[in-house]
């Protein structure tokens, strides 16, 4: 699993129990794993299709850092597939999992499209071939 970004527990992302609100949470999942997608399918029309069952195992507090680890799973003709793992920098402890979540290409269409992906790719190897510039 690899971590791609890091948050700051805000007094604005908390609940009425003082802990990390779910729904700020959930809400930069779902940014961080789109932007995710994007990158790996090398589209900007991607959508969310499904986030399967969330598993909310410890929460945050304010001050606390948390982390958002994505990686991609399988990669369908005009879908990706991703797993999110969420966890306390501060304290060490998983704050959640997402097993799936499914973010599917689009045409110009709005229809779903190939996309030609089947791996993950990384930065390294996505700038590799391009000319350098002065």
Excluded at 8 to 19: A, C, H, R, S, Y
Excluded at 33 to 43: K, R
Excluded at 81 to 100: A, G, P, Y
Aim: aromatic share 8%.
């Amino acid at each position: 699993m690899n971590f791609h970004t890091r948050k700051w527990v805000k007094p604005e992302d908390l609940n009425p129990n003082g802990t990390l609100f779910g729904g700020s949470l959930l809400k930069w999942i779902d940014e961080e794993a789109a932007i995710y997608a994007i990158v790996q399918l090398g589209s900007q029309t991607v959508v969310t299709k499904l986030i399967s069952e969330i598993n909310f195992v410890s929460s945050a507090r304010q001050g606390d850092i948390i982390e958002l680890g994505i990686t991609a799973t399988t990669f369908g003709k005009s879908s990706i597939t991703l797993r999110c793992e969420v966890r306390n920098k501060i304290t060490r402890k998983s704050i959640l999992t997402i097993d799936r979540m499914v973010f599917v290409n689009l045409g110009a269409d709005g229809l779903p499209a190939p996309h030609g992906k089947t791996e993950i790719t990384y930065s390294r190897d996505r700038f590799r071939d391009e000319p350098a510039t002065a």
